[in-house]
């Protein structure tokens, strides 16, 4: 199973960022609206009988952390200089890295070692693909919950199923 905690971008904001992918030209791919999220740790592939171990680690995490506004801010490329293989809006917020930060300490099996950006992405490039200029955001939205995502690569992209959802500390959904 292919595994990754995430928190989703709402549909008004995901709406906002889809319209700026307009401005794409090239070989970038978009990525679709309603897989629009933060990645707060990228698990890869994990046995089955993994999963109930890391259920519940987002269980426990969920009920350390309080719920926290999230804002979109301007977009970046990964990485930030050179060819660009990915663009992304940048994305605040302290229960981000307070999120990233107690799934990696649980789950060090799973910590790259990279530094936490938390970000949102909007496109991958696939061939040759000029940057796109700069766009500012300036859209806040609340986060009460963080999702457990299983995805399938398929031809036509990627395929997600929430395999579990967490509420933070005290949410109410």
């Not at 679709?32 to 995490?61: K, S, W, Y």
């Not at 309080?66 to 940048?90: C, L, N, Q």
Request: hydrophobic share 40%; proline share 9%; glycine share 8%.
């Amino acid at each position: 199973m292919r595994l990754f905690f995430a928190s989703f971008v709402p549909e008004e904001i995901a709406r906002q960022l889809a319209e700026a992918q307009k401005a794409l030209k090239g070989a970038w791919k978009p990525t679709r609206p309603d897989q629009m999220h933060v990645t707060l740790l990228f698990l890869g592939n994990v046995a089955e009988d993994e999963l109930g171990r890391i259920q519940g680690v987002g269980r426990d995490v969920a009920a350390e952390v309080a719920p926290f506004t999230a804002r979109i801010k301007g977009t970046g490329y990964f990485p930030p200089a050179g060819a660009p293989r990915v663009w992304f809006a940048k994305a605040e917020g302290e229960g981000f890295f307070e999120l990233a930060e107690k799934l990696r300490m649980a789950l060090p099996e799973f910590d790259d070692g990279k530094p936490f950006k938390a970000h949102v992405t909007l496109a991958r490039k696939k061939g040759p693909a000029p940057r796109v200029p700069p766009v500012i955001f300036d859209a806040t939205y609340p986060v009460r919950r963080f999702h457990l995502v299983q995805s399938r690569l398929e031809k036509t992209g990627p395929r997600y199923t929430i395999l579990e959802s967490f509420d933070l500390k005290g949410a109410k959904t």
